[in-house]
């Protein structure tokens, strides 16, 4: 047991290592299978030379801070206003499964609800909008970025509220609401001098997350981003992808310009951090006792629920349109439903319907052991900030270079590597979920087993397992849900010969018939939504017979 | 596969005759078996079929394909779905270069264009392996040249054809009762209908056609594109095209600031009434999607009075595949009759068969005769003699222009 951190630590640090180093070394020329065999910064003016560079570049900075900080400000205002009330709780509960939908799945319902034919023109054509045919508007796929932004707010918003939730359980956040009221402050704008500075620290790291793959998401920006030119990312995945390998150089170093951006956004992040504490505190001392904050009151939980209308809205486009018979514009509704496409379909979607399935269920059991075990043994505290090196670098920067250090092993397109690469993303999430539960089960528990003559597995196994069944099937519906929604890590380690409903999802997305599409994306969306509701399920259902161990 | 057929392979090829100066794999055992030994090794593969994904009726076909090869000659055949084609010649060539020369991870790919002439100037694919099928017999190399010459270049039985495509234009006949029969009155119609039509985003093969279909029409010099294209034949045709291009862009779809993804993507677009008029490479395009409720009961082919460009589809066998000989038996299959009769149904594909019916033995011919036929699908007569594809440097270097010009 207590080799399981470093165990762990090995699992990753082989592929980010390598990886990183496989994406460094031809960055600058040195790349000897292909001829690349001396040091050269060749590769770097090949990708300053690449049309639309600069322009992509600017693309990916924009989206990026944009749709971290929108969705920061929207959960920080939220929790300010809705702070004490069971909105809180309601928000929650409501929002958990957009937390368990995919990204590609949420930005494809995004796309068929607001693109020009999509089903909000629709139910507004032609009687609000005079529109027999669909306006000429470049939505989504609009060349500033903004259904792309809006896309990643629509997923990063239940995060981050969640996170935020998990934050202000940890301080006393009405006590000090209360001492401040008590004082004559108005509860927003205390909310914020008290309330924010306590569990900020706590939100920094899961905003870095959001930060790092806002910048180098691959899947949506493909689906809601532009296309010439695209965003950076993208931009480094096509020259991945050509078949003059030459261009492998500047993709390269290209992967390392992402990297670069990622380090620098977040150091400017931190920048921007300071600056504001340091507004912030001249505003405290300054004594205002603060307004009504009438206007947030007000914006922040209509965002909220226009956000969540939306994700749902598009969950419900993506099973309409796989059983829609004819639908034409601007019918707002098909005008019959019909299996036909499911049933077309069946044998083609269950090929990556098992692989999905089957790595998702891999990576979590691996994740859970290792993590469990890591728990137990109480020791590698230090080693969790590698674990979350994965969510923090650009999965284009290393994967790269692990699929040819997965070539060189002969392991690309097998399972076995599909599965570890996943875990590289599945075990952070799972160790973030657990990790809190186990260190806040009374160790008194273990002692009165052990004092009962229990041993150390027995009282792991029927005591601590036990006790901790909720959280640990939510943490495992966790990993699955992570793992069912990776597109970078499936294609570059699955080398196209393992695909999940991802990875076909995205590649239909390009232009497929929409119902085939919409079948591909309910069912991505419907897998961790299942997970989730059999970890709601579960403890009820064997606790059944135990009063003490319902919630 | 048993090691006792490995070693009949090993002695047949020692017997075989010397390999054809084009022998990419000379001396490979596969290539002198007699064909039941090669079905008896294909027996139990899975083939890795690499093909284009984006065309979910493409996917159908060749799903059904699979099931067929299974049937009839127990071989397992996966379609890895590619985003673009290059990926997998992409996959072959980082290989190479990692050197691995056997068990290679792709089998067969659906290619043709500049990255058959890729793999082709480097070396990496099996073969030649076509006059091993026994249905090659059948092809019609002289009524359809372009099943032996790929894009100016000779596929040398390197590849093995499966399907015919030409250049047809489709309209929606209600909103576009006389459609343009050129590339500049296409972009007259396109003043007059700002928005109303596009084409597919250039890196991807459909919408480097359209230039090439109107470069044909407007270069000055069109038997230099035939010839690799060199900077003294690039420029007066090119700049002959671009301008043209500059005047038609802005009364694109999109204001020509984004452009569908390929070509299946703009079938949803005529559907929605975003579009009148767009490119595709199958003649029988609008009769399919009609009756897949794809397209509106009013779209119409229509192709220009000088006529359309029109290739082959073909499969070919990289170097080091895994599995060459599941491979050559669904490259068999694909230009069987059945197979054939299947992707010409107009209910399925609707492409144009490769074989030459007047060959075939009449349960071949009969299986054509069959297929139904309708009002949106394009008489032979009417669709014209297709076009050559100039040399793929021409397609490569308009791509780059193009993203040079107008992806900044």
């Not at chain 1, 269950?350 to 990576?363: D, I, N």
């Not at chain 1, 650009?394 to 996943?422: E, K, S, Y």
């Amino acid at each position: 047991m207590r080799a399981a951190p470093w165990l762990t630590a090995t699992l990753f640090l082989g592929p980010l290592a390598a990886g990183l180093a496989g994406t460094l070394l031809p960055a600058f020329g040195y790349l000897p299978a292909l001829g690349g065999d001396s040091l050269s910064l060749d590769p770097w003016r090949a990708l300053l030379a690449a049309p639309g560079l600069a322009r992509s570049v600017m693309l990916t900075l924009g989206s990026g801070l944009a749709a971290t900080l929108v969705a920061l400000l929207l959960v920080l205002g939220f929790c300010a206003v809705t702070q004490g009330s069971a909105w809180a709780r309601r928000a929650q509960a409501a929002l958990a499964p957009v937390l368990a939908t995919p990204h590609a799945a949420l930005a494809i319902g995004f796309a068929f609800l607001v693109a020009p034919s999509g089903w909000l023109a629709r139910l507004a054509s032609p009687w609000a909008t005079g529109w027999d045919r669909p306006p000429d508007l470049p939505i989504p796929g609009d060349p500033w970025g903004l259904a792309l932004v809006l896309g990643l707010v629509l997923k990063e918003v239940p995060y981050l509220l969640l996170m935020a939730f998990a934050a202000l359980g940890q301080v006393p956040a009405s006590a000090s609401l209360r001492a401040a009221a008590a004082l004559g402050h108005r509860p927003v704008p205390a909310w914020f001098k008290l309330v924010l500075p306590q569990i900020y620290p706590q939100l920094r790291l899961p905003i870095c997350a959001v930060l790092a793959f806002s910048l180098s998401v691959v899947d949506v920006a493909l689906i809601l981003g532009p296309g010439t030119p695209p965003t950076l990312a993208v931009l480094v995945l096509r020259w991945f992808g050509d078949r003059d390998l030459a261009l492998w150089f500047p993709a390269a170093a290209g992967a390392v310009l992402l990297l670069g951006l990622v380090l620098g956004a977040i150091l400017a992040w931190r920048l921007g951090e300071r600056a504001v504490a340091a507004l912030g505190r001249r505003w405290i001392a300054t004594g205002h006792r603060g307004g009504q904050a009438l206007l947030l009151r007000a914006l922040a939980p209509a965002a909220l629920g226009l956000l969540l209308a939306a994700s749902l809205a598009g969950l419900a486009a993506l099973i309409a349109w796989s059983l829609a018979g004819p639908w034409r514009f601007p019918e707002a509704l098909p005008a019959g439903w019909t299996l036909r496409v499911w049933r077309a379909q069946s044998a083609e979607i269950a090929g990556p319907a098992r692989a999905t399935l089957l790595v998702a269920v891999l990576s979590t059991l691996a994740a859970l052991g290792l993590v469990l075990a890591w728990l137990e043994s109480g020791a590698g505290r230090r080693l969790r900030a590698l674990v979350w090196l994965p969510l923090l670098l650009p999965q284009l920067a290393f994967l790269f270079g692990w699929q040819v250090a997965l070539v060189r092993l002969g392991l690309d397109g097998t399972l076995a590597a599909v599965v570890w690469t996943h875990l590289l993303f599945v075990l952070p999430y799972v160790l973030l979920s657990l990790a809190d539960p186990w260190a806040a089960l009374d160790p008194r528990y273990a002692r009165s087993a052990a004092a009962l003559g229990a041993g150390p597995w027995r009282v792991f196994w029927a005591v601590k397992l036990r006790l901790l069944l909720r959280p640990l099937l939510v943490a495992a519906a966790v990993g699955f849900a992570v793992s069912v929604g990776l597109y970078l890590p499936t294609l570059f380690a699955g080398a196209g010969r393992i695909t999940t409903l991802t990875t076909e999802a995205v590649t239909l997305a390009a232009g497929a018939d929409r119902r085939v599409l919409g079948a591909y994306a309910a069912l991505q969306a419907a897998l961790p939504l299942l997970a989730y509701a059999l970890a709601a399920a579960l403890p009820a259902w064997l606790h059944r017979h135990r009063q003490g161990m319902r919630p | 596969m048993t090691q006792p057929t490995r070693r009949a392979l090993l002695g047949a090829a020692s017997l075989a005759l010397a390999a054809p100066a084009w022998a990419q794999t000379p001396g490979h055992a596969l290539l002198a078996a007699d064909w039941p030994a090669v079905q008896r090794e294909a027996r139990g593969q899975t083939v890795f079929l690499n093909a284009w994904g984006g065309d979910d009726r493409t996917n159908a076909f060749l799903a059904w394909a699979g099931g067929r090869v299974q049937a009839l000659h127990g071989v397992a055949m996966r379609h890895v779905r590619l985003r673009d084609t290059a990926e997998a010649v992409a996959r072959v060539v980082a290989e190479k270069a990692a050197g691995r020369t056997q068990g290679g991870s792709v089998d067969l790919i659906w290619i043709n264009g500049p990255n058959f002439l890729a793999m082709k100037e480097q070396g990496l694919h099996f073969g030649p392996f076509l006059d091993r099928l026994p249905n090659a017999r059948f092809i019609d190399r002289l009524g359809k040249p372009s099943t032996i010459v790929d894009f100016t270049v000779p596929v040398e039985g390197l590849a093995a054809p499966w399907r015919m495509a030409q250049v047809a234009f489709i309209a929606d006949s209600a909103r576009v009762p006389q459609p343009p029969r050129s590339m500049a009155a296409l972009l007259d119609w396109a003043r007059a209908n700002p928005g109303r039509t596009t084409h597919p985003q250039v890196r991807n093969f459909m919408g480097v056609t359209f230039l090439k279909q109107a470069l044909h029409e407007l270069a000055p010099d069109k038997a230099a594109l035939l010839r690799p294209a060199c900077d003294a034949t690039l420029r007066p045709a090119a700049d002959a095209l671009w301008a043209w291009y500059d005047q038609l862009r802005p009364h694109l779809w999109r204001g020509g600031r984004a452009f569908p993804a390929n070509g299946p993507a703009q079938r949803p677009l005529m559907l929605d009434g975003e579009l009148d008029i767009y490119i595709s490479f199958n003649p029988a395009e609008a009769a399919v999607a009609i009756a897949n409720g794809q397209l509106p009961e009013t779209a119409r082919p229509f192709v220009l009075a000088g006529g359309t460009l029109g290739n082959t589809s073909f499969v070919s066998i990289p170097f080091n595949a895994a599995h060459a000989a599941g491979a050559m038996l669904v490259a068999d299959f694909l230009l069987s009759a059945e197979a054939q009769a299947q992707a010409a149904d107009p209910r399925v594909l609707g492409s144009p068969t490769v074989l030459d019916l007047a060959a075939l033995p009449p349960e071949g011919r009969a299986r054509f005769a069959a297929l139904p036929a309708g009002p949106a699908i394009l008489p032979p007569e009417a669709l014209g003699r297709p076009l050559q594809e100039p040399h793929p440097s021409w397609m490569t270097r308009l791509t780059a222009e193009w993203e040079d010009r107008y992806g900044r």
